[in-house]
């Protein structure tokens, strides 16, 4: 599905990230884990195309998108559901729902319902302002705006961050169900633990770079990850 080699990005004259090679395969959940300021947000806006690149090739299945804008990605199934969600505070629930659906010309409808019949919160609140869900409930609205633009590819960046544990819960089963409605998913969590329980595979960055990959269960093991990375 995703396939990206070689990927270099700076912000000014500092690198960040230096040659990142992942691969993504459909229908996959990958995990990218790793320390604060480790490159994964700057990798993952690379990804979607709204971080410039200063070298490397990113590909979907199999064309390459490294020089197309980011709205063209998105047309092109690749949708990212940002840090910090950024849901549009004063419209209703409904409307940032339909707002994700904004590229497409059939109804939304009966995808406002299936949004709904997996975030029951969401139809209950679905007329108030989202400036007034918790976070776990604008998390779960920013999740719902993203699978109303149909995506091929899901990029997740922290959904769990701030959120309460029972909440994570929640979010990271809503998570599961993608995956078996066949969305891939590319996850992005400092919650290294619930990202390994739940991902295929698995890519711990260190300051711009992959030092490790591969089977996330092999990883979850491995005493270097449990020590830096899982706090076991
Ligand atoms: P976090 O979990 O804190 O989001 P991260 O792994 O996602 O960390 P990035 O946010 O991608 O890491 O940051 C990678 C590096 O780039 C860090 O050294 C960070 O300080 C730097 N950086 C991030 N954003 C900017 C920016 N807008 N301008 C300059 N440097 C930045």
Redesign the pocket.
Known sequence: MLEVRGLRSS??R?E??HGVDLDVGTGEIVALI????????????AISGVQPISAGEIRLEGAAITRDAAHRRVAGGIVQVP?GRQVFKPLSVEDNLRLGAYRRRKSPEADVERIYAMFPILKEKRLQPAGGLSGGQQQMLAIGRAIMGDPKLLLL??PSMGLAPVIVGQIFEVIRTLKAEGVTILL?E?NAGAALAIADRAYV?E??RMAMSGIASVLAADENVRRAYLGI
């Open positions: 912000y000014g500092i960040v990230i790793g320390a604060n300021g480790a490159g994964k947000t700057t990798l993952l806006r840090e960046d922290e992005v400092q960055m300051t711009g």
